[in-house]
């Protein structure tokens, strides 16, 4: 009879517990390029209990959850929904919002407003 130590049941028991999403990724606010995307990624969700410690020396957030940082990247997402499926997880999709793109004119910062000033701080 084949018998399962306590560690490994727990550990069988996180992974099929866990949910995965699956997003693809927006584009940073600090670049103007769309480069990288294009492709889905799967992440894991952050367990609440996930055995959060507070490193002495840095003062950064500690876990020994090694699955919170693990990220995988597909070209679509059929194929991220089919990788989750055979893992056996349970999965999300998150779809991506539209973006609105409004259209301005360089000229719009000339333009004459009656009455009193707008006033524009830069700091």
Not at 71 to 84: E, G, L, M, P, Y
């Amino acid at each position: 009879m084949f018998m399962l130590s306590m560690s490994t049941l727990f550990l069988v028991l996180l992974l099929l517990e866990r949910s995965v999403r699956i997003f693809q990724p927006s584009k940073p606010a600090t670049q103007s390029g769309k480069n990288g995307t294009r492709h889905w990624r799967i992440d894991f969700d952050i367990l609440e209990d996930g055995n959060r410690w507070e490193n002495p020396l840095m003062g950064w957030s500690s876990s020994a959850d090694y699955q919170q940082a693990l990220q995988i990247k597909f070209a679509t997402k059929q194929s991220a929904i089919q990788f989750a499926e055979k893992q056996g997880w349970s999965y999300y999709v998150q779809e991506p919002k539209p973006v609105k793109f409004v259209k301005k004119s360089y000229a719009d910062n000339y333009k004459y407003f009656p009455g009193k000033l707008p006033l524009i701080k830069t700091k």
